[in-house]
């Protein structure tokens, strides 16, 4: 009985020490607040136009006037209605960094489309115009830095989101404008990365109403079944009745069995992105205004510090009420948004994105 004994707890022992080791390997590494770790398990890897593949050794093969290896391949010129392969990369692995310049022009950049897809699924999880999933909408390029992006007054676009995949990470970038363009772009990761099988994947997509409809509220994430975290949304507002506050909606997190009455409830339009009292164009770490000019606006709210997380389900949006001298009304307005958020794969298809034409109708003009 002894002996059973002590070998029953010996074999408890070994399946707890197992099962911490699986638990430690399924963790990510922190990057950030521990640089000084060296033996990390990853591979570092980067994807350009000067190494499509990201394998080791094979960067700056091509050549230009200056000769092999110098500069031979940093851009490439995108045609109407062409769609290139950005990546295609086999996991595990994470995604660490994504920048990106083009065109600067609103409308072209509303006009070209990055997808993504994760693992073995048919259809994209990243459905979003160029300027709105790297941090402003109404294709308005404003500097600013944020949590999630940082962006240069020359449109050079950063977007610092994890991106974990366990099998496969492919992205593609359509020209859905009339135009040929510039495109430099460059993808950082790591392979190697041991990730959960329900790992979050990184899901954007982007919505416009233009305008809203009368007493119904603006989505920024349609209904969701399947358990998430919501990280963000950038938030374009064309208001198109100057001369009345168009802000006084509440922002509304519906989860995981609420039907008529949310869980999560704010209190005004600039209130959800942290301000106060009317918008003010100031950008912070996770909420702020980058643009507030000629009654177009550009927000952001990032649930980072204070996530919003569900387990079933989930629904967000956000009121159309104004404030007129005479009180709240209803209103409408030119809405968009690209919202940002993570849920395991399987997953389901994003809603259908509006075609380009619809994108770009009254947009800003410089």
């Known amino acids: 009985m002894l002996q059973y004994t002590r070998l029953f707890g010996y074999q408890m022992l070994v399946a707890i020490a197992v099962s911490l ?3 430690v390997q399924a963790q990510a590494v922190d990057l950030i607040q521990q640089p000084y770790l060296l033996e990390t398990g990853l591979t570092s890897r980067s994807i350009s136009f000067e190494n499509p593949t990201g394998a080791p050794g094979e960067g700056g093969k091509a050549a230009s006037n200056l000769g092999v290896g110098r500069k031979g391949s940093p851009k490439r010129k995108i045609k109407p209605g062409e769609t290139v392969q950005l990546c295609d990369i086999q996991g595990p692995g994470t995604i660490r ?3 990106l310049t083009t065109e600067q022009q609103p409308e072209i950049l509303r006009s070209l489309v990055i997808r993504a897809w994760w693992d073995a699924q048919e259809h994209p999880s990243i459905e979003c115009p160029v300027g709105d999933l790297f941090g402003f909408a109404h294709g308005k390029v404003m500097p600013y830095q944020s949590a999630v992006h940082s962006v240069g007054a020359s449109a050079g676009m950063n977007l610092w989101l994890p991106m974990p995949f ?3 990470a492919k992205f593609s970038f359509t020209n859905e404008s009339t135009k040929e363009i510039k495109l430099f772009y460059q993808i950082d990761y790591t392979a190697g990365d041991k ?9 954007v997509l982007f919505r416009r109403e233009n305008p809203t409809t009368l007493t119904q509220d603006f989505e920024l994430l349609p209904q969701r079944k399947n358990k998430g975290r919501f990280i963000g949304s950038i938030i374009g507002i064309h208001n198109l009745h ?9 922002m509304k997190v519906y989860m995981d069995g609420d039907r008529e009455f949310p869980t999560i409830c704010g209190t005004g339009s600039e209130d959800y992105v942290g301000l106060s009292w009317g918008m003010q164009q100031t950008p912070f770490q ?5 643009l507030n000019q000629k009654n177009f606006v550009s927000m952001y709210r990032w649930h980072l510090p204070d996530p919003i997380a569900w387990k079933q389900e989930a629904r967000i949006a956000i009121q159309q009420i104004s404030w007129k001298k005479d009180g709240y009304a209803e209103t409408q307005d030119d809405w968009s948004c690209a919202t940002f958020w993570y849920e395991p794969i399987p997953s389901a298809p994003l809603p259908v994105m509006p075609d380009v034409k619809a994108r770009t109708a009254d947009i800003w003009k410089n």
């Open 97 to 99: 960094h994504i920048w």
């Open 286 to 290: 996770y909420n702020g205004c980058s």
């Open 21 to 23: 080791v699986s638990h």
């Open 242 to 250: 100057p001369f009345q506050w168009w802000g006084e909606g509440e």
């Open 166 to 168: 366990a099998k496969r």
């Open 195 to 203: 990730h959960a099988e329900d790992v979050g994947r990184l899901h």
